[in-house]
């Protein structure tokens, strides 16, 4: 039985596909709640009221993934997760459009003073000379941030007939001119935009981004709105410009501190409206991330690829099906190099030849990685926390594409580098035969990494074959299958057994007492 923890008021219609399952129990509540059991849960599932600190990941040793119903990971320690191996993963898209939807609503109340004109009309007033508003038509849009939210956002705005203005460092012009948007500068969007809205995330290079500074560039009657997250735009360095007038009005769904505190000066102003968060808060949004994540999840539980990681690259389903062959080729890779490799490293190179180089092929060196050193290190190590593992132990690893497949339609080249030894292999994966390890430190040699391994570095001479299989035979140890190399006659060779069962811990001393015998490893667990 899994066990999976939900809290936050995540929609439960949303949750079918995990309440459904037989082989899971769902807890409905908070951390608080089911304080005496947190260690039991592998899946936590949450909002944004949920912190997941380090300590809360403390108090669950078994957690395995974290799965926020929404875009925004702010409640979560990423490098605590990462570091602790817990995979992330959100619903990036599932309350887009209603986030969309609420800034445009925003924009037209805030330019046409709706919320004001609702509050003194119900206190008695009629004041229709105070609330004159301003056209969206004809009007400069600057969005900051053309990701979803802001893309969606950008199609209502020119159907409104506004112009649109976008600054994002990763926006490709191309994309620009498909979206009838015009890419500028973040200077140049300050000095045209009679609107501004931010739709990036909380970075350390977005906070503060409209600040006392850059907002004194702006348009005198500027309006402001932020529905992304609380500190893009500093709150404090709205006060001057509200008072004098500069600023035409500022629209809030987000704060630097939620909920703000009752007596927050900028909820003192009239021209500042403000929701409570209540961007992703429709039927249809919450219904959405509900499902996403809760069938991240059951994914994840049923060792199904999980589309959505923050940590881990994404990738689709596609890509899944055409990288699967080879994620068990890596993960046997890493375990044999670790185990040969016996001294201490400090470079990883891994090269993909062939067919895989069409493929986004991270994930499957992050699997070689974590296989690698789980090997090696006595801490949980998995695809998520393999890279900040090996910098922590000042492993070094990259990967490159190459066009040398050695008439393989796909080959993993992988060598690892001390002080003063390397290591190498090579691997392919041929639909008819699984995954096959075709050379090892320079020998070729052609067996299916399988089962309990004995690597045997020798001089290649008369006898030594035999004198390794009387020895084996006098501890009544079975060969499977037997593989040997040899670069030239007479010179270095090397030779890979296979047995069916696990070999006596001592059997390597004995076999280096063998004339000619060099070094013998055992590779255990492929
Ligand atoms: N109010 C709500 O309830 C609510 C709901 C959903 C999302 N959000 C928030 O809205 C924001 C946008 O969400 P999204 O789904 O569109 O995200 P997204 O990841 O699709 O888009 C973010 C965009 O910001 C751009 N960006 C990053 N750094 C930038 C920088 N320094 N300057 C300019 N652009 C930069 C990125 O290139 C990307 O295109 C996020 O902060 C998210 O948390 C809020
Ligand atoms: O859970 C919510 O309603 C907030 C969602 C929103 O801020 C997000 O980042 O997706």
């Not at 923890?5 to 769902?26: F, H, M, R, Y």
């Not at 735009?233 to 630097?256: C, N, Q, R, T, W």
């Not at 689709?316 to 990288?323: A, H, M, R, V």
């Not at 699984?434 to 006898?463: K, S, V």
Request: proline share 3%.
């Amino acid at each position: 039985m899994a066990y999976v923890l939900v809290t936050d008021g995540i929609k439960e219609d949303g949750l079918q596909p995990l309440l459904n399952e037989s082989t899971i129990q769902c807890d409905i509540g908070s951390l608080n709640e089911f304080s005496d059991r947190l260690d039991q849960y592998e899946a936590l599932l949450v909002r944004s009221a949920t912190k997941v600190t380090a300590e809360v990941l403390n108090q669950m040793p078994n957690l395995k993934i974290v799965a926020r119903a929404g875009v925004g990971v702010d409640n979560i320690d990423l490098d605590a997760a990462t570091k602790r191996g817990v995979i992330v993963v959100n619903a990036p898209d599932g309350n887009t459009i209603s986030t969309t939807e609420h800034t445009f609503a925003m924009m037209a109340s805030l330019v046409r003073n709706i919320p004001q004109g609702t509050s003194s009309l119900k206190s008695g007033k009629w004041m229709r000379k105070d609330y004159v508003g301003t056209e969206l038509y004809g009007k400069t849009l600057g969005i900051v941030g053309m990701g979803r939210i802001g893309t969606e956002l950008s199609r209502r705005a020119r159907a409104f007939g506004m112009n649109v203005a976008v600054f994002d460092p990763f926006l490709t012009n191309d994309r620009a001119q498909k979206l009838d948007v015009e890419s500028v500068e973040f200077d140049h969007l300050l000095d045209v935009a009679d609107i501004i809205t931010v739709h990036t995330p909380l970075t350390d290079k977005t906070r503060g981004l409209l600040n006392e500074e850059t907002i004194a560039r702006t348009k005198k009657g500027v309006f402001l709105i932020n529905c992304a997250r609380g500190g893009i735009i500093d709150e404090k360095a709205l006060i001057p410009y509200l008072e004098s007038g500069h600023i035409g009005g500022v629209a809030l769904d987000v704060f630097e501190s939620e909920p703000p505190e009752h007596n927050h000066p900028l909820l003192g102003y009239d021209q500042v409206i403000v929701t409570p968060h209540l961007g992703a808060s429709t039927k249809e949004a919450q219904l959405n991330v509900a499902a996403q994540v809760a069938d991240e999840v059951l994914y994840f539980l049923q060792d199904k690829p999980i589309r959505n990681a923050i940590n881990l690259p994404g990738f689709s389903k596609e890509e899944y099906e055409k990288i699967k062959p080879y994620y068990e080729l890596t993960r046997k890779m890493g375990s044999i190099l670790s185990q040969c490799m016996k001294s201490a490293v400090n470079l990883v190179e891994v090269s993909y030849a062939g067919k895989l180089t069409e493929l986004d092929t991270a994930i499957l060196t992050r699997n070689l990685m974590a296989s690698f050193l789980k090997s090696r290190l006595d801490t949980t190590v998995n695809e998520v926390n393999a890279p900040s593992i090996a910098r922590e132990r000042g492993i070094t690893y990259g990967e490159k594409h190459s066009s040398e497949t050695h008439g393989y339609s796909n080959l993993i080249s992988v060598t690892v580098q001390g002080d003063k030894e390397a290591f190498s292999l090579q691997g392919t994966y041929i639909k008819e035969y699984g995954d096959r390890i075709t050379q090892l430190n320079g020998f070729d040699i052609d067996f299916h990494p399988q089962g309990h391994l004995l690597y045997i570095q020798h001089n290649d001479r008369p006898g030594v074959i035999g004198n390794v299989g009387k020895v084996l035979g006098e501890h009544e140890i079975n060969i499977a299958t037997m593989q040997v190399g040899r670069k030239t006659a007479g010179g270095e060779a090397i030779m890979m057994l296979s047995f069916d069962s696990e070999l006596p811990k001592n059997i390597e001393e004995t076999l280096e007492s063998v004339q000619d015998i060099v070094k013998v490893e055992q590779i255990g667990g492929v």
